[in-house]
């Protein structure tokens, strides 16, 4: 459990007879090195008073929303920024509800909002309770927004009866939150994303290009990195840093990413081209900058290669993912790209609320399905993204394995 040392982990307790064996696991947590810090729901300190996690973590437990004095010392919102991950142990079933639905009625749901962070869940609860639909429901909602769920376990249970719902052991869960750390889930993948517009040259001052942003790109490829992947970050001109433990190519022409892709491509197990290439650049650069005389100008255009075409129809083709920023009939549109570009998935959203936006919403598709995901901020929807390319993925290389 070497990975836990140094880690900052923000566990949650819920309101649940399974709560007593938290404080065994915040003892555990910290024993392996992790810095870890509390939030109650007022439920929880029914079960085990903020007292004993105080003394096991040395660091003040919060329990409220609305307090003046824990505002003081670490905000609500600082405290969402702070941890490396949430462990939510015991996770309620009231409480699951409430995640499910996006409430913040309290500070741990609000934290859950407000986080970047991963989060790991380990439900507990009454058998009939875990096996009831709109538990079902719940959980299934929330590990397809690239939630972990830990557990639980099947056995005895407080209340007498016998069957799902046990929350893990202490060490168990312990374990877990350590693997996450260990090797995320693109753990040794090859991954190689293009981001951002590309500038077709008209003369040595202008250009022609769009409004991408990149910021969906660069979301993907920092996730895609924090989960373990080897990423290469193929960029058109943005105003992004990038992001840490990520190679990035910078490039400026539809062409020159073409031939940057190429390069990486055969070493690659994903692509995704989450550019907004220029579908079109002028068919002469001018050497000397275009002087005004006539009322108008017409510049000739010609088509630029189509990047992730030409990689999905390589022979040994990485699993390709493709994105579709479509401004009417979006997924007729593109469940059409999927098809015509030979993708193994595809992305599809509404352009004009997704360029320069922090947020968004997408609909999966591919071959034999699809599935909406967000809305979300994008590095939210990028690890929903990245949970699905890796099913995706799997499934591919591995068609034995359903997901
Ligand atoms: O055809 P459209 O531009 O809508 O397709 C979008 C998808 O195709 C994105 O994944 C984009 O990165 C990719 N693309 C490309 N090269 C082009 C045009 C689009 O790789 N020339």
């Not at 004095?69 to 941890?83: K, Q, T």
């Not at 922090?358 to 609909?363: E, M, P, R, V």
Request: aromatic fraction near 4%.
């Amino acid at each position: 459990m070497n990975s836990l040392a140094n880690k900052r982990i923000l566990l949650g307790i819920t309101g649940g007879i399974a709560a007593y064996k938290s404080a065994e696991l915040a003892r555990l947590l910290g024993k392996a090195g992790a810095d870890v810090r509390v939030v109650m729901t007022p439920a929880a300190t029914q079960f085990i008073t903020p007292l004993t996690l105080q003394a096991l973590t040395g660091n003040r437990v919060h329990t409220e929303l609305l307090d003046a004095d824990a505002e003081a010392g670490m905000g609500h919102i600082e405290l969402a920024r702070w941890p490396d991950l949430v462990l939510i142990a015991p996770a309620s079933a009231d409480f699951l509800a409430r995640v499910a639905a996006g409430q913040a009625d309290d500070l741990l749901s609000t934290m859950l909002l407000a986080t970047r962070a991963p989060i790991a869940l380990a439900p507990a609860m009454n058998q009939a309770m875990w096996l009831n639909v709109a538990t079902r429901d719940n959980l299934q909602s929330l590990a397809a927004r690239g939630m972990h769920v830990f557990g639980p376990a099947e056995g005895e249970q407080a209340c007498g009866d016998t069957g799902p719902g046990r929350m893990l052991e202490p060490h168990q869960l312990a374990e877990k939150a350590s693997a996450l750390f260990e090797s995320g889930l693109l753990a040794g993948l090859r991954l190689v994303i293009t981001a951002g517009p590309t500038r077709e040259a008209i003369d040595p001052v202008r250009y022609i290009s769009n409004h991408s942003s990149g910021k969906m790109g660069y979301a993907l490829a920092a996730e895609a990195a924090a989960a373990g992947a080897l990423v290469t970050l193929i960029s058109g001109p943005v105003a992004l840093p990038a992001p840490e433990r990520v190679r990035r190519v910078d490039v400026v022409s539809a062409r020159q990413m073409l031939d940057a892709s190429l390069a990486v491509a055969n070493d690659c197990d994903i692509f995704i081209g989450v550019a907004a290439v220029a579908d079109y650049r002028p068919a002469n650069v001018a050497e000397q900058k275009i002087k005004k005389h006539d009322d108008t100008l017409s510049l000739e255009l010609v088509r630029n290669p189509d990047i992730i075409s030409t990689i999905a129809s390589l022979e040994r083709r990485p699993f390709t993912v493709g994105f579709a920023a479509e401004t009417e009939d979006v997924d007729a549109n593109g469940a059409g790209k999927l098809q015509r570009k030979k993708l193994d998935l595809l992305f599809a959203n509404h352009a004009t609320s997704t360029f320069g936006s922090d947020a968004i919403a997408a609909t999966a598709l591919w071959s034999d399905g699809s599935t909406s995901l967000g809305p979300g901020n994008k590095a939210l929807v990028a690890r929903q993204m990245l949970a699905l390319i890796h099913a995706r993925y799997l499934h591919h290389v591995e068609p034995a394995v359903r997901t």
